[in-house]
């Protein structure tokens, strides 16, 4: 009785939990894709870009930047964090009266390498008093109308944080086999909906591309608040929330310039974080493990081998899943057979959140540009 209903009944049970009364994640309704009105004035912006070596997508990034079509003021902040391939060379080298480029000091005991960069530039762009910030990752390209866009949906309904979810690199079989997952699983973690709801307690944000009002990021506490987040992003939207409505959604006019041709690329880019989630706790690990096992592994151990109505529960579960993995599934052109290997691909995110951990014990957590971060906390 109690391995029917660990590899057929329980599963299925969650799996129609996630379907029905998630606020339809799934869905991916949340996009930048509908048109929103034309504010009468455009605030003035500057757009802050934290960069550790990053010499060979720098100028294509910034290069997006300088050519946005924003009607408004306009203007970039480049922290060069110490980088050592020549990234703030590179950037000089653009040449443009808009673009400013900081020589990001040594990071300060307490501080992740990134939110540290964040605050200098923040700092910079506050002699000038833009109306907002826009914080944006050194391997990130955008659309040209891609700032016209976020300031537009911010004010509309006056929202105090606007973000996207950039398009990643999907190109190599690694990709196809990993990184839709990434957004389906951050997406049911923290439903991009439930965000968007004022009333929900659910924030997020995605780190690529965040548009602040600046007062109200001071209001919250400014980049100070979050100093030591290794997931930054997260943190500043449950900051912003009290302070007003956030918006998150899925883009294709912000696209990642950083490719994962490797399983190994994408396991350091979801270990860097995944303990860090679940906030250090040996105990919430074995639980995530636990409930990862009997989400993804049990149903097809329980398709596979059991019988009778745990085998017909088994393939449900099973089936369910693959169908909610559709949608991301087609935003990143896939083959629908993909959702088969969901459970399998599961596994694999598993096995990247206890190295995570252990990573974690070693001494290495957190790793970022070859800085280990998450044994710094305050």
């Not at 924030?203 to 109200?216: D, H, K, Q, V």
Request: hydrophobic share 50%; glycine share 8%; with cysteine.
């Amino acid at each position: 009785m109690i391995a029917g209903i660990v590899f057929g009944f329980l599963p299925l049970a969650i799996w129609l939990y996630l379907l029905l009364a998630r606020r339809g994640f799934w869905l991916l309704r949340e996009r930048d894709t509908l048109p929103v009105r034309q504010p009468p004035i455009w605030p003035s912006v500057v757009a802050v870009v934290p960069a550790r070596n990053e010499a060979d997508v720098i100028q294509q990034s910034i290069g997006s930047l300088l050519a946005q079509d924003y009607p408004g003021d306009f203007r970039i902040i480049l922290v060069d964090d110490q980088s050592e391939d020549g990234t703030g060379a590179l950037a000089r080298a653009l040449n443009n009266d808009r673009l400013v480029i900081l020589a990001g000091e040594a990071r300060p005991a307490g501080w992740t390498g990134k939110l540290w960069a964040m605050r200098q530039g923040t700092d910079h762009a506050a002699l000038s008093a833009p109306e907002f910030l826009w914080f944006t990752d050194a391997d990130i390209a955008h659309a040209p109308d891609n700032l016209r866009n976020l300031v537009a949906r911010a004010q509309e309904g006056r929202k105090v944080l606007v973000s996207l979810m950039a398009r990643l690199s999907c190109r190599t079989t690694a990709e196809h086999f990993l990184i839709p997952a990434f957004v389906f699983f951050f997406d049911m973690v923290f439903p991009f909906g439930a965000s968007n709801d004022p009333k929900s307690q659910v924030a997020a944000a995605a780190g690529g591309c965040m548009l602040a009002r600046r007062e109200t990021l001071e209001a919250s506490g400014g980049i100070d608040a979050i100093r030591h987040n290794i997931i930054d992003d997260c943190a500043l939207a449950r900051a912003m929330k009290k302070q007003g409505p956030i918006w998150l959604g899925l883009t294709d006019r912000a696209v990642s310039l950083r490719p994962y041709e490797h399983v190994a690329d994408i396991r350091k880019m979801v270990s860097r974080s995944a303990y860090a989630q679940l906030d250090y706790s040996p105990l919430l690990l074995l639980g995530t493990l636990l409930g990862l096992f009997i989400v993804y592994i049990a149903p097809v151990l329980g398709a596979l081998f059991a019988m009778y109505y745990v085998q017909l529960a088994a393939y449900l579960a099973w089936a369910i899943m693959a169908a909610m993995f559709q949608p991301i599934l087609r935003f990143y052109r896939l083959s629908p057979l993909w959702g088969i290997a969901l459970p399998l691909i599961g596994a694999f995110y598993a096995a990247f959140t206890l190295d995570s951990a252990i990573q974690h014990w070693s001494g290495k957590g957190g790793m970022w540009k070859g800085r280990a971060q998450a044994g710094e906390r305050a």
